[in-house]
């Protein structure tokens, strides 16, 4: 009975091996396929519109003829628009995330609240769009401006925020608030001399995240009517504006070979921001992780 015992753990023992095997093998194959796929779409767009990028290309607007046509009005567009989502997203997202983890009572209200905000993060981004037509750009009268696009995209990334947030400051452990009142800290004190600086990782890294997917997204600019071919630089916060994103869908839709070739130099280049963010948010958390 001892010997039949142990010939069925070890091929229990066996079985078990196999398949994590199997499965190994199937997780390293998905992960192989979705590199090449990848590589393969980098590698379309590098070929097809590297030779389009110069420095014309930066500094020439839009144009109905290939060759003459740049990103200048779209990639300042973008940037004043960053100036807007970038405040005013982190600092609400911030202070809500330290009101509901500090300050905000266990009930529940709070986790409805909570539950609520986790579950936005997840609602699709034209949804957003027709939130900020009908608040931003109808009721309040804002039109297709830098401020209403602006506070658009702010609320779309805010749930995104709010919760990487949390989830940073859920990791402070309670030993150094504890610690900071044994000290006569006040509460205030201690959130903001304490928690928040141990946070900082985590929130940086999910707010600079969140703003990469903001100056990428299309759908709720399309859905506010915001145009794609501007021939001006803005001139304030209420002033018409294209962005990086909408001239890209503008150039892709045409029905020209050659404005393929250019959508795909605005697409290399506004890749090429999206990695310069995410690698400032890897920095920041390298950096700040040693430190705390």
């Excluded at 750009?137 to 609320?155: C, D, Y």
Aim: hydrophobic share 55%; proline share 4%.
């Amino acid at each position: 009975m001892k010997y039949m015992d142990e010939t069925a753990v070890l091929k229990q023992i066996k079985s078990r091996i196999r398949k994590n095997n199997i499965w190994k093998s199937v997780f390293f194959i998905a992960t192989i396929l979705a590199l090449l796929a990848l590589a393969m779409l980098i590698g379309r767009i590098i070929s097809q519109g590297a030779s389009f990028i110069d420095w014309d290309f930066f500094t020439n607007f839009s144009s109905r003829f290939p060759e003459k046509a740049g990103i200048k009005a779209a990639l300042v567009g973008s940037i004043y628009l960053m100036l807007v989502v970038a405040p005013t997203s982190v600092i609400l997202g911030v202070a809500t995330a330290v009101y509901l983890e500090e300050y905000a009572k266990k009930n529940r209200f709070n986790d409805f609240i909570r539950a609520n905000i986790s579950n936005l993060a997840g609602v699709p981004s034209v949804v957003f769009g027709l939130l900020g037509l009908t608040i931003f750009v109808r009721m309040l009268g804002l039109g297709k401006s830098i401020l209403a696009a602006g506070l658009t995209m702010s609320l779309l990334i805010l749930p995104v925020i709010i919760v990487a947030a949390q989830e940073a400051i859920r990791t402070v452990p309670k030993e150094q608030r504890e610690a900071s009142y044994a000290m006569g800290a006040t509460k205030w004190q201690t959130v903001f001399c304490v928690v928040l600086p141990a946070a900082l990782p985590g929130i940086l890294t999910g707010s600079i995240l969140a703003l990469s997917r903001a100056i990428g997204e299309t759908a709720p600019l399309a859905v506010m009517g915001i145009p794609v071919i501007i021939h001006f630089l803005p001139d304030g916060l209420l002033s018409e504006f294209t962005a990086l994103p909408m001239q890209i869908y503008d150039w892709a839709k045409r029905p020209q070979e050659a404005f393929q070739s250019v959508a795909a130099a605005g697409i290399i280049v506004l890749m090429i921001i999206l990695v310069l963010m995410n690698s400032v948010a890897v920095m920041i958390r390298n950096k700040f992780q040693k430190r705390y």
